[in-house]
């Protein structure tokens, strides 16, 4: 039977009470439990478990209050030196060797960056930022439609190497020093490509470009603050928009063809001139060597007509004579027809030398020295023109001459 049917209220009987722990069902004092009993009930749980007095079920109000504020200050303490562990835990970090810390406490930050180790600084009291001041970044920008100073249009990509070089300026300094980065990129390319032409951007003059850019883009960081140092920037393409690139194709293939023919007339030039110059150098030489020989030549003779005069004043007529043969000889070595004096008259022999040695189709220089079998040949060949030998004009041989000075 239910506890709240009618007839279950019998005399005395815990049966007659409610669940609650409420008086008779027919009493003033039916109704749900209180919310302070339940909560008394479960502080005493509770402050049994962290050491406090879990008995007297029916104790009385003063003495619950009592326990209840045990366990409070228990469950305080404890909660405390939990979080306190958790709080100093959180304080350790560990700085890499290519990192730099920077704290801030308070917003405010220290003077000393952090160097690579094992570090702790209170949580929520410091902020702490890593940063790699040893790794080289890069960062392509591609940048389409750009206009050169001859108003043409161009689409250029650049690479940018850089390193962090002060951290406490690149975290204090600038909000976002990366997106301050691709700013002053897009800054300095534009304005250095706005100042060349296009000829010397897509050919020669990429080097050039790429300095310009890096100087600029230096300048901008060190007014930024941003402590970023910038360490190389390469043009990486340089190219006219597709829809004109054919034409600008031809007009490189044409300037290729007129370097090709440039370094061709290099070549032979270094080839030519130090051929003249040598042969200028020879000529200088010969010369030099014909003035030096005609001066010793002067000399000599200047000294030989010294001496001919000294023996000319000693001897005057033999000296005469000796110059009259000498000249003599000299003109008749130079002459191809020779006159032969006949002994006995007056008569002279013309011998007609060259048409003798066309005749013969052999040459005979009479100013070579000739052999006794040659000056053999040529009495033989000489004897129809000479008349017939007699007692008084008969030709010896051995008076023939044995070189070519002449016959007399």
Request: without cysteine.
């Amino acid at each position: 039977m239910a506890w709240n049917e009618p007839g279950n209220n019998g005399n005395g009987n815990d049966k007659d009470k409610d669940p609650w722990g409420g008086g008779r069902k027919g009493g003033g004092d039916q109704g749900p439990p209180d919310i302070d009993e339940v909560i008394r009930n479960l502080t005493k749980k509770f402050n049994s478990l962290f050491g406090g007095s879990g008995s007297g079920g029916s104790s009385s109000t003063g003495s619950s209050s009592a326990g209840g504020g045990g366990l409070s200050a228990g469950l305080i303490a404890g909660l405390v030196a939990v979080v306190a562990v958790i709080w100093a835990f959180m304080g350790f970090y560990i700085v890499d060797e290519a990192e730099r810390g920077v704290v801030l406490r308070f917003g405010k930050v220290l003077d000393l960056t952090v160097q690579p180790g094992l570090h702790w600084n209170p949580p929520l009291i410091d902020e702490v930022n890593l940063v790699n001041v040893s790794e080289l970044n890069a960062k392509t920008y591609e940048n389409r439609a750009m206009l050169t100073t001859d108003e043409n249009i161009i689409d250029i990509a650049v690479t940018v190497q850089y390193r962090i070089l002060d951290p406490v300026k690149y975290v204090i300094a600038v909000q976002d020093p990366e997106l301050s980065l691709d700013n002053a990129s897009e800054s300095a390319i534009r304005h250095v490509v706005g100042g060349n032409f296009m000829d010397q951007i897509l050919t020669t003059g990429r080097d050039r470009i790429a300095d310009d850019v890096q100087d600029r883009l230096q300048d901008y960081m060190n007014v930024y603050n941003t402590g970023i140092a910038v360490s190389q920037v390469n043009v990486v393409d340089a190219q006219p928009p597709d829809a004109v690139r054919p034409a600008f194709d031809d007009v490189i293939r044409a300037r290729e063809d007129e370097q090709r023919a440039q370094n061709q007339a290099e070549q032979y030039s270094n080839q030519i001139i130090p051929e003249a110059r040598g042969e200028a150098q020879r000529r200088i030489e010969q010369a030099n060597a014909y003035k030096e020989e005609v001066i010793a030549q002067a000399t000599g003779d200047a000294s030989r007509f010294e001496q001919l005069l000294t023996e000319y004043l000693k001897a005057p007529e033999v000296t005469r004579q000796r110059l009259y043969i000498d000249s003599i000889e000299d003109v008749m070595t130079a002459s191809s027809k020779i006159m032969v004096d006949v002994e006995g008259g007056n008569n002279m022999l013309f011998l007609p030398l060259d048409k003798l040695m066309e005749q013969n189709a052999t040459a005979f220089d009479l100013n070579d020295s000739s052999t006794t079998q040659d000056l053999r040949n040529l009495a033989d060949q000489l004897a129809p023109f000479l008349p017939a030998p007699t007692s008084a004009n008969s030709v010896d041989r051995s008076r023939l001459p044995t070189t070519g000075r002449g016959i007399r």
